[in-house]
């Protein structure tokens, strides 16, 4: 099992295209990170000393990339398609400890599982991630403190503190020529302790008082080198060599190991409804940020990803 998005390995048969396929890779990784860390158990909303809340979530993930038109280093024009699915679960801890201000605390954990994606240049497949797992958990813990309420109808809180991230993975990874023979097959693995900070607001609104709608803007950021090393337990090469590192990161000299841009600093939005007579709650967020977040480098294969969990909450 291990984290999610594996898809770190997809190489193909020159330096410069393995190289671009390696960071087309670390896209899926930080697109994963992103879905689950980006839906966080809901806090206490109003912060009155002695009052605390309890919430566990559940959801499904869908990671998907089909793009036709990516440009390769080079200018080479390839087309990219994958996909993976897998779970989340979450608990999340927030009292208040003094009027207007609480201690937060959440763990999540998602598992992806029998992805696969392949990459093609003029027809002709390239490179092919297969099979891969990934295993991601997410610890966060920090203080809240209610900014603003407004007639018992409108809360605002601002919170955040230090959060460590687990991302573990592993995919069998083939690469080949242009004639359509292997040139390089791979098994890759990664695993990590990524150290975070993360902070953000939290605004909700009553709605006919039995909903509560919460919005939030959520903020991570790495305290570590955005390039992390990976290795691989098999390495056959037949013909040619790969560098293993992706363009931003330092070159390894070899196939079998490497760097790649994965550690994860985003910013995210989201929303929360909250039935209050059973405390029982969904999140869409993920079709927010779909919406209104787009990818950064259009030459980059969009990889998109949907998160959506229910959730149920107890004081």
Not at 228 to 253: F, I, K, Q, Y
């Amino acid at each position: 099992m291990k984290i999610k998005l594996v898809l770190l390995a997809l190489c193909i048969s020159n330096t410069s295209q393995a190289n671009d396929a390696v960071a087309q890779a670390s896209e899926y990784a930080k697109q994963a990170m992103t879905e689950i860390a980006s839906d966080p158990p809901l806090m206490l909303l109003k912060n009155n000393k002695g009052d605390k809340r309890h919430e566990v979530t559940a959801g499904i993930l869908k990671l998907k990339s089909d793009d036709d038109d990516v440009t390769l280093t080079g200018g080479v024009k390839a087309t990219e398609k994958g996909d993976a699915k897998g779970f989340g679960l979450g608990y999340g801890y927030s009292k208040s400890f003094k009027d207007r201000w609480a201690i937060f605390t959440w763990l999540q954990a998602a598992v992806v599982n029998q992805g696969n994606h392949e990459q093609r240049v003029n027809g002709n497949i390239t490179a092919k991630s297969i099979d891969f797992d990934a295993l991601n958990i997410n610890f966060a813990l920090g203080l809240s403190y209610e900014f603003l309420r407004d007639n018992d109808k409108h809360t605002l809180n601002v919170f955040g503190g230090p959060s460590l991230m687990y991302l573990d993975f592993h995919s069998d990874v083939e690469n080949y020529d242009q004639s359509g023979n292997i040139t390089t097959s791979l098994d890759f693995f990664f695993s990590k302790l990524i150290p975070t900070a993360m902070g953000g607001f939290q605004y909700e609104y009553k709605y006919f008082e039995k909903w509560q709608v919460a919005t939030y803007a959520l903020g991570v950021i790495r305290l570590v080198d955005k390039c992390m090393e990976w290795e691989a337990d098999r390495v056959s090469v037949n013909t040619g060599s790969l560098d293993g590192s992706s363009p931003e990161c330092t070159p390894s000299g070899s196939s079998s190991k490497g760097e790649i841009d994965v550690a994860p600093s985003f910013i995210s939005v989201g929303i929360k409804a909250n039935y209050r007579p059973w405390n029982v709650g969904f999140n869409i967020s993920s079709l927010i940020r779909n919406a209104i977040l787009k990818p950064e480098d259009e030459d980059k294969a969009q990889v998109e990803g949907v998160f959506l969990s229910l959730s149920k909450a107890w004081d």
